[in-house]
């Protein structure tokens, strides 16, 4: 019936507000029963019946479950016993704070709730039998103090009054008139020893509910002797501030209380009269020292005050009592916990800025700035913590994360309340960062080029190409494939091809150095993400000669039956007399175009010398005093290949007086359509313009070195020791051995015999030198690219 009545109170004073901030407020009854509906909390966050499936509402705060959410409607109901007095003890208000937790998006609500008293307990005695000793010398109106009834309920529902059992020798004093907090035995008529010694009385305290509840206890009156003198103690009420870390055995108070009668009157014992159960097992009492020590440990965070009555009896039976409240000090003793509420793991490298990576709650046992706390995390530029709400903080992404340079996070979360010295917790979070095709493919060079000898077989592998790409798995397997693109007109596929999974060039024809001596051309390595990303790199491919081309002849031409077989040489030549030049060239490159002059075929080999790199032709000694001689002699050329090739040519040396001696010998040769004269002619007017021309060169150059120091410049030392200057000139008969006609032409030659490479100057455009002679010892070669340019261009001034 009584749980009836109040659940019936309860329907009628249970209320709620909402607060600004997300804040609820609501106020129940305590001793509610099992799953006793409070609210529909779901109706007053404003949230639809449909979406609290995916809200999932739940409660993350409790240290004990005393209430839990429905996910099916929202409801907020009882789980557990809700005791206002084990929760609250004797505070006037008392209240549970909750926080309830809402996902998708996340919030958090604060509801508090407020527990009401309602009248659960009975007043209690702290004894079942309260024993007075009582002299038969009691005057009239003489006042004892009995023992309190304690009742843990509020207001109305606590301890109201006392009643005593019907007598003749006792009542109790009014509580308008007591100066005291305890029940007073008020003595109405004498006492006498002798006639009773003992009485029994029965004393009831009764509360203020509906209906009241009682608490009874039985007085024994022992009549002795006069002891006329009360304890007395030094104060009435002890207020001690003790901190929750005290260790056990600790001094909590020292009570002494006086008597003024003597003997066994005036010994003093101390007693707990009134005392919690739960103080019972922290504090314990010497009864003959009054020394108050603890046995148990304190915790602030389980009890925050104790409060007991202690009564000092002497000899006589005559006690005193006073209150003793105990405030428990907290201290700085708890760590504060860090608890994920949601985390996300792996996290797309593509993440914007400010995606939430874990809800992290943070709190503290303690109290006051011992319970604030401050969370940070340990410096990582890519990631960001930032407050939330009612201790919740947010793990979020700062700038853009990139997984080739950081694929993994070990994130460190400190958490220091403001203790001192504060306590630190922290807890580790490992944290994923997967992969985006955000990379394209890499070459390891800029360029790649490859050296093939020309007549390489078709199918041949020429050179490997290699790509990396920083992403991961499908995002980092690479195709390779060559960009189309033409090459003289035709597709670069029908001059090589790649394999696309392992890179390799392959040849898809015989190449040739005389037609094609370079070629180049892209791949494009492409990777398997989606969307494919690609990168491109240029291959040359540069072809190396083999000594394939025998060298060629270009003067005297073998072809040409007239005044170039012949040679006019004056009676007055001395030894060391030129007599011609043999120029030839050759088609291939470096060493195998580097050509060399031999004497195949002459009758008298002292009497000619022949340059073995200049081709040039000289008189070996004196000339025989002879009216004339005639020479046939078949110079050999052959290149420095290997195997070397070679070529010849037949020259008819004539010795005369003048060239009217020579007439009839040239009278009988057969001519072709360009006659003596007609070359002589031309080769006059070539050196006559070389010769203007290298004046004027001459004239250039000293004007120019007026305005410059005497130090010569790189270009100079270049001309002067890459390109060496020969002197070409016209046999006479006034000649000395030297051509009249001095002028300055540049050979093609390689620079180092280990090289391909051709070092020559740009040649003067439009000069004859059909029958120019080269008359310098230094070794002479000739570029493959300038085969065809050796005839015309090959003099410069």
């Known amino acids: 019936m009584e749980g009836m009545a109040w659940q019936v109170i309860f329907c009628c004073f249970c209320f709620y507000t909402v607060a600004a901030s997300d804040q609820f407020h609501y106020s129940i009854l305590e001793e509610m029963k099992l799953n006793s509906v409070i609210v529909n909390v779901a109706e007053d ?29 929202g409801n907020l109901y009882v789980s557990d016993r809700i005791d206002r007095e084990e929760i609250c003890g004797s505070e006037q208000s008392c209240f549970l704070d909750l926080e309830i937790l809402a996902v998708n998006p996340v919030n958090v609500y604060s509801v508090k709730i407020e ?17 007075i000793r009582i002299s038969e010398s009691a005057l009239l109106g003489a006042r004892f103090v009995l023992g309190n009834a304690r009742d843990p309920d509020l207001g109305s529902n606590s301890l109201q009054s006392y009643e005593l059992s019907p007598n003749s020798h006792f009542t109790l004093v009014d509580k308008s008139e007591s100066r005291k907090e305890y029940p007073e035995l008020l003595l109405v008529q004498p006492l006498d020893r002798e006639k009773h010694q003992k009485y029994e009385i029965i004393l009831t305290a009764f509360d203020g509910g509906k209906p009241v509840k009682t608490g009874t206890t039985i007085i024994n009156i022992l009549v002795q002797d006069i002891n006329d003198n009360y304890p007395v103690f030094s104060q009435k009420s002890y207020q001690v501030n003790l901190n929750e870390n005290l260790p056990i055995g600790f001094e909590v108070l020292h009570l002494n209380a006086t008597d003024k009668d003597e003997g066994s009157n005036a010994e003093i014992t101390y007693l707990f009269s009134h005392i919690t159960e739960n103080a019972r097992h922290v504090f314990t009492m010497d009864p003959e020292s009054g020394v108050m020590k603890t046995i148990g440990e304190l915790d602030f965070e389980v009890t925050q005050s104790y409060e007991m009555t202690v009564e000092a009896a002497d000899g006589g ?28 793991t792996p996290i797309p490298e593509d993440s914007a800025p400010g995606t939430l990576v874990a809800l992290i709650n943070v709190k503290d046992l303690d109290s006051g700035n011992y319970g604030d706390v401050s969370c940070r995390m340990t410096d990582i530029p890519s990631l960001k913590l930032m407050p939330s709400s009612n201790n919740y903080y947010k793990l979020e992404t700062a700038s853009p994360l990139d997984r080739e340079t950081k694929s993994t996070y070990n994130i460190t979360i400190i958490a220091e309340d403001e203790g001192s010295p504060p306590m630190v917790t922290k807890k580790m979070i490992y944290i994923t960062i997967s992969d985006v095709n955000d990379n394209p493919p890499v070459f390891d060079k800029p360029m790649y080029i490859s050296y093939i000898p020309e007549h390489t077989p078709a199918g041949t592998s020429v050179h490997s190409i290699q790509a990396s790409d920083s992403d991961d798995k499908e995002n980092a397997r690479i195709v390779y494939s060559v960009v189309n693109t033409n090459i003289d007109n035709i597709p670069v596929s029908s001059f090589i091809s790649i394999n696309s999974m392992t890179g390799i060039i392959y040849a898809q024809r015989s190449f040739d150095y005389e037609q094609l001596r370079e070629f180049q051309f892209q791949v494009m390595a492409k990777d398997n993400g989606s969307p494919p990303l690609s990168s491109n790199v240029t291959v040359r491919i540069c072809i190396i000669d083999k000594n394939d081309n025998s060298p060629k002849i270009l003067y005297p031409s073998p072809d040409n039956e007239g005044s170039a077989l012949f040679e006019f040489i004056p009676h007055s030549a ?101 006659s003596p004269s007609n070359v002589t002619f031309y080769l006059v007017i070539a050196i006559a313009l070389i010769s203007i021309l290298f004046i004027v060169a001459v004239l250039a150059t000293i004007i120019f070195k007026c305005h410059k120091s005497n130090t010569p410049t790189s270009f100079e030392a270049l001309s002067r020791n890459v390109y060496p200057q020969f002197t070409l000139g016209c046999p006479s008969e006034i000649s000395d051995g030297s051509l009249p006609y001095p002028f300055s032409y540049d050979v093609c030659v390689t620079l180092d015999s280990k090289r391909n490479e051709i070092a020559y100057l740009k040649p003067v455009q439009n000069v004859p030198t059909d029958n120019l002679i080269d008359t310098d010892d230094s070794a002479v070669g000739t570029d493959s690219t300038n085969a065809n340019l050796s005839t015309s261009s090959i003099v410069q001034v």
């Not at 527990?115 to 024993?131: A, G, L, R, V, Y």
């Not at 003793?324 to 003793?333: A, E, K, T």
Request: glycine residues 4%; contains cysteine.
């Open 115 to 131: 527990i009401q008293d309602i009248n659960d307990n009975s007043p209690n005695f702290s004894k079942d039998t309260f024993n």
């Open 45 to 73: 966050l404003g949230f639809k019946s449909n979406e609290l499936k995916n809200r999932k509402l739940r409660i993350v705060s409790q240290n004990r479950n005393y209430f839990n959410i429905s996910l099916k409607n």
């Open 574 to 674: 001395e030894k060391g007399y030129l007599v011609t030049k043999v120029i030839a060239v050759d088609a291939d490159s470096g060493h195998n175009a580097w050509l060399s002059y031999h004497l195949l075929q002459v009758p008298d080999p002292s009497l000619f010398t022949i340059g073995q790199r200049t081709g040039e032709i000289r008189i070996g000694r004196d000339l025989p005093d002879t009216e004339s001689l005639r020479q046939n002699i078949v110079v050999l050329v052959k290149d420095n290949g290997v195997p070397s090739l070679s070529a010849t040519v037949t020259l008819n040396l004539v010795v005369a007086e003048n060239f009217q001696q020579l007439e009839p010998e040239i009278k009988h040769q057969p001519r072709n359509s360009d």
């Open 317 to 344: 039976g005559l006690v005193e009592q006073c209150t003793i409240l105990i405030q428990i000090m907290d201290v700085n003793d708890n760590a504060p916990e860090i608890m994920l509420a949601s985390l996300s």
